[in-house]
């Protein structure tokens, strides 16, 4: 499948199962304002093993599969590793926080806008701030050109850590 068909179902078959995660990605950047597409889910998990608790049971829901098309199982995972799978609905690539600021698992959640979906739907999107980091580090073109358009959206975009000019 390319692009994300059904984001709602994927974050319904998160919640459903009690995972706890952040939206980040494209999907936190449409949720902060800016008008793009994208082609995948994006989240944060704890980096703790509680951090995959509930993702059986949505990745059974979701029927995920690996790269090669095999059920996909927290079994194949290896902890705290960045993982990608494709499901029913769309991509989803989840990422586990980093252990040290300014991208705390803890500071993360907590720092999370809680938002409501038409559906109903709730979630919890990554911080403006935690937003601009994970982009700079990510450092893709398409990560500056988020950052641009948020700073279109917003004015100045927060820094919680410095930028090293290359």
Same mark, same amino acid.
């Given at each position: 499948m390319s692009g994300v068909g059904d984001p709602v179902a994927i974050f319904t078959a998160l919640?459903?199962?009690?995972?706890?995660?952040?939206? *980040?990605? /494209?999907?936190?950047?449409?949720l902060h304002g800016v008008v793009r597409t994208t082609m995948d889910v994006d989240i944060m998990i704890s980096p703790l093993p509680t951090g995959r608790d509930g993702f059986e049971t949505a990745f059974a829901a979701l029927e995920a599969t690996d790269r090669g098309?095999?059920?996909?199982? *927290?079994? /194949?995972w290896p902890q705290g590793e960045n993982v990608r799978v494709t499901t029913a609905c769309g991509p989803l690539d989840i990422m586990p926080a980093d252990s040290g600021p300014p991208l705390e698992w803890a500071d993360i959640r907590n720092a999370a806008r809680r938002v409501i979906l038409a559906s109903g739907c709730e979630l919890k999107v990554v911080s403006l701030e935690h937003l601009v980091v994970l982009k700079q580090r990510a450092g893709r073109y398409t990560d500056l050109a988020d950052l641009?358009?948020?700073?279109?959206?917003?004015?100045?975009?927060?820094?919680?850590e410095p930028v090293v000019a290359s």
């Open positions: 919640n459903d199962a009690a995972v706890d995660y952040v939206v *980040i990605g /494209g999907m936190a950047v449409i098309g095999e059920p996909f199982g *927290i079994q /194949g641009e358009s948020l700073e279109c959206v917003h004015g100045p975009l927060p820094l919680l």
